[in-house]
């Protein structure tokens, strides 16, 4: 339910369909797999052993083959995915703990939060099938009472006193369903967020002040758009732009990206974001191509990020990478579909940093209220860049048409 998105993200990253990763790792063929989401599968508990012992050989060899890990490690990071530990499929947790540098060992109080929203979605999903209104009321409303637990205040719980009340009087599934998406969408927010708040604390060594970085790989208006007061008119310098009126998802990510290799590279943090003809060089790619994916026309895989990493960047005297900053090449694919297109052309985006913020804050305090700490150095403007227009973008829909060795081996 809630939680399809892990799957639908995590196939844009690895560039193949679900179905076609199993089939690869189990030996069970794509169309058994698609029958199985199709019609239900409820594996015996020899099915599952089974299951988790060929998919785990698969991924050891793989591990060993494409990332040079030994047979012991490989071993140990796959035994902690939180499914395996869990023997359930959790798919939120298990995907910030793949995509986590050091597996996770720094966010666990996210991969908690992402364990227990999986195991709710997997009960409201069974509720569904089963077409059991009071079954999928009553897993609604376990799911918002523990949201509840962390907001503050009466101001903070008075919508979900609301939504508590039409989960009540709703007769049937799909009114629940329908009423249930803010509920959905701040559920995705807390976890996300607590991700947000862990990565950005230990990924830079508690040197960065605590700022929500993945709002940093969110579309938005380019820096140079201005919004006219009267009409809400998109210009630039007067006039109407005709294209490069929005910043895609990726194009965000690269922005990210370029500045931490250009510290990386000068030990420093640079001016300004580095130039697109600069990364293109260090990472030895063309500029044509780094472009295509930075506008979002050609698909920008996890293998294609590892590569541009490894090629910007030296290694240290033990041939070790810095980790990838995975977590916001994950956020940058998830956000990206706020950016709308019809017919090739962009029309608009959903705004909508204003939710997000929100839990950022709330893990933010609860979190150094549980003793992590960040630093004191500013994340730099031209990541950051506050619009000084914000008050004109409260609307959710804003619609304007326009024209090892080798490898990076999780080190801090």
């Not at 996300?192 to 970085?213: H, I, K, R």
């Not at 541009?308 to 998830?334: K, N, Q």
């Not at 956000?335 to 709330?362: K, M, N």
């Not at 305090?365 to 150095?377: C, E, N, P, V, Y």
Request: aromatic share 10%.
């Amino acid at each position: 339910m809630f939680n399809q998105f892990s799957i639908t993200i995590l196939e844009r990253l690895i560039g193949k369909k679900f179905a076609v990763l199993l089939d690869e790792l189990s030996g069970t063929t794509e169309r058994t797999w698609r029958n199985r989401f199709k019609r239900g599968w409820e594996p015996t508990e020899e099915e599952r052993e089974n299951l988790a012992e060929r998919m785990t050989a698969e991924l050891t060899e793989r591990m060993m083959r494409i990332g040079e890990w030994t047979r012991e490690e490989a071993g140990k990071i796959l035994a902690e995915r939180p499914s395996h530990v869990a023997r359930v499929f959790l798919p939120t947790a298990d995907l910030i703990y793949q995509f986590s540098p050091q597996h996770a060992t720094y966010c666990q109080d996210a991969i908690i939060l992402a364990s227990h929203f999986d195991r709710k979605c997997e009960s409201l999903a069974e509720a569904v099938r089963l077409g059991e209104v009071d079954g999928v009321r009553k897993v609604l409303i376990a799911m918002l009472d523990w949201l509840r637990t962390f907001c503050s205040s009466e101001m903070d719980d008075a919508d979900a006193v609301a939504l508590q009340r039409t989960f009540e009087t709703s007769q049937d599934v799909q009114a629940l369903l329908e009423a249930s998406k803010p509920l959905g969408e701040a559920l995705i927010f807390h976890v996300l967020s607590c991700w947000d708040v862990e990565f950005c604390a230990v990924y830079f060594g508690g040197t960065m002040q605590a700022y929500p970085l993945f709002e940093l790989v969110m579309p938005r208006f380019a820096p140079d758009i201005e919004i006219e007061p009267e009409t809400g008119r998109l210009l630039r310098e007067g006039r109407q732009p005709r294209k490069k009126v929005f910043e895609t998802a990726t194009s965000r990510l690269f922005d990210f990206l370029s500045t931490l290799i250009a510290w990386r590279r000068s030990r420093h943090l640079p001016d300004s974001v580095p130039r697109v003809k600069d990364f293109a060089a260090w990472s030895r790619q063309d500029e044509t191509r780094v472009i295509s994916w930075r506008d979002e026309t050609t698909r920008f895989t996890a293998r294609q990020l590892e590569h541009l990493w490894t090629r910007s960047i030296e290694p240290d005297s033990d041939g070790i990478y810095p980790a990838i900053p995975s977590p916001m090449f994950v956020c940058a694919h998830l956000w990206s579909p706020l950016l709308v297109r019809q017919d090739g052309r962009t029309t608009h985006f959903v705004e909508c940093t204003a939710s997000y913020r929100i839990w950022w804050e709330r893990n933010r305090d609860r979190l150094i209220a549980k003793g992590l700490q960040f630093g004191s150095q500013a994340w730099p403007n031209y990541l950051t860049g506050e619009r000084t227009d914000k008050a004109s973008l409260a609307s959710v829909f804003c619609f304007q048409s326009a024209g090892r060795s080798s490898n990076p081996r999780d080190c801090q």
